[in-house]
């Protein structure tokens, strides 16, 4: 069966045009899901819109959006203001400006689409955009209505076809200086900057997806056939307990289970140098940063 496409359109670049279709590249649909069920009687629950206040259900003519300006006061927005309010859609996507593959930070990536040719007429202009990308070694930024809102797209190629993956906005991505704020600055080196690299270089390797496994769904699969069957799942087994006691020892370990693993040779290490002192930017900060500095150097 072949897929359905979530939206169709011109792909454009400069006077050449040819229509394309998105296909969701990435889904949920699979995984495993519940209803929401009544113990008793082993029924389907369904959800009512119940007014907070008065307590009876509310009739599907009568449910609007509201925004709230204060505490309990909310300005009612109909549904054909909102629709209003929807940018007017030309089904274009004009590739407008292009970069380099690398040049857009991972934490705008949103969501991923398949973008193909909707019609054996549009597969020669489509692959001429396509190699024209991969030849330049670029991506293309471009903007369209899609699924009710303006969004910005990186376009780029990928096998026989192109990846068109929706951006988080500007005011969408949280700044990093919100979380990183009160964490301290510490300058590692000596042994313990030794051991961490040389447990990273015993465990480099690429990417691969099918590495990968879901254990949480396997084991929602595991427990649902379990249940059918009427039977039980064995216990879990208990964590192993360890007997590390300080941040040096758990490294001088984890190299050492680095060494069996890929039979190799740790490199010397070096002396250890003491701890420079953390720079704050607060006094508790500063306390902690201190104590934490000391139980390392030891």
């Given at each position: 069966m072949a897929p359905r496409a979530n939206w169709k359109g011109?792909?454009?670049?400069?006077?050449?045009?040819?229509?394309?279709?998105?296909?969701?590249?990435?889904?949920?649909s699979d995984r495993v899901s519940f209803n929401i069920v009544n113990r008793?009687?082993?029924n389907r629950v369904h959800r009512q819109m119940v007014d907070s206040d008065t307590g009876k259900e509310v009739e599907h003519d009568d449910i609007v959006k509201g925004y709230e300006t204060s505490n309990g006061d909310y300005v009612i927005l109909d549904p054909e203001e909102i629709k209003a309010a929807v940018p007017d859609s030309d089904k274009t996507l004009a590739l407008e400006t292009f970069i380099p593959c690398g040049d857009v930070n991972t934490l705008y990536l949103d969501r991923p689409y398949y973008l193909?040719?909707?019609?054996?007429?549009?597969?020669?202009?489509?692959?001429?955009?396509?190699?024209?990308?991969k030849e330049g070694k670029v991506a293309a930024l471009a903007r369209t209505v899609l699924f009710r809102r303006l969004r910005t797209l990186l376009i780029r190629p990928y096998d026989d076809g192109l990846i068109a993956s929706t951006l988080n906005y500007e005011y969408e991505v949280r700044s990093s200086a919100e979380v990183f704020a009160d964490i301290s600055e510490?300058?590692?080196?000596?042994?313990?900057?030794?051991?961490?690299?040389?447990?990273?270089?015993?465990?480099r390797g690429r990417f691969d997806p099918a590495a990968f496994d879901d254990r949480y769904e396997a084991a929602l699969q595991d427990l649902v056939k379990a249940k059918i069957e009427g039977r039980k799942l064995p216990a879990r087994p208990k964590p192993k307990?360890?007997?590390?006691?300080?941040?040096?020892?758990?490294?001088?370990?984890?190299a050492g289970a680095g060494v069996e693993k890929k039979g190799a040779k740790?490199?010397?290490?070096?002396?250890?140098?003491?701890?420079?002192?953390?720079?704050?930017?607060?006094?508790?900060?500063?306390k902690r940063a201190t104590a934490s500095a000391q139980r390392k150097a030891g």
């Amino acid at each position: 069966m072949a897929p359905r496409a979530n939206w169709k359109g011109y792909l454009t670049l400069g006077e050449l045009n040819c229509p394309v279709a998105l296909y969701t590249a990435a889904s949920t649909s699979d995984r495993v899901s519940f209803n929401i069920v009544n113990r008793r009687t082993g029924n389907r629950v369904h959800r009512q819109m119940v007014d907070s206040d008065t307590g009876k259900e509310v009739e599907h003519d009568d449910i609007v959006k509201g925004y709230e300006t204060s505490n309990g006061d909310y300005v009612i927005l109909d549904p054909e203001e909102i629709k209003a309010a929807v940018p007017d859609s030309d089904k274009t996507l004009a590739l407008e400006t292009f970069i380099p593959c690398g040049d857009v930070n991972t934490l705008y990536l949103d969501r991923p689409y398949y973008l193909a040719p909707s019609d054996d007429h549009a597969a020669e202009v489509f692959d001429l955009i396509r190699q024209g990308l991969k030849e330049g070694k670029v991506a293309a930024l471009a903007r369209t209505v899609l699924f009710r809102r303006l969004r910005t797209l990186l376009i780029r190629p990928y096998d026989d076809g192109l990846i068109a993956s929706t951006l988080n906005y500007e005011y969408e991505v949280r700044s990093s200086a919100e979380v990183f704020a009160d964490i301290s600055e510490l300058k590692i080196e000596g042994e313990m900057l030794d051991l961490a690299k040389h447990i990273i270089d015993t465990k480099r390797g690429r990417f691969d997806p099918a590495a990968f496994d879901d254990r949480y769904e396997a084991a929602l699969q595991d427990l649902v056939k379990a249940k059918i069957e009427g039977r039980k799942l064995p216990a879990r087994p208990k964590p192993k307990e360890t007997n590390v006691t300080s941040l040096m020892e758990a490294l001088r370990q984890s190299a050492g289970a680095g060494v069996e693993k890929k039979g190799a040779k740790p490199k010397a290490a070096a002396k250890t140098k003491p701890a420079a002192k953390p720079k704050t930017k607060t006094a508790s900060g500063s306390k902690r940063a201190t104590a934490s500095a000391q139980r390392k150097a030891g």
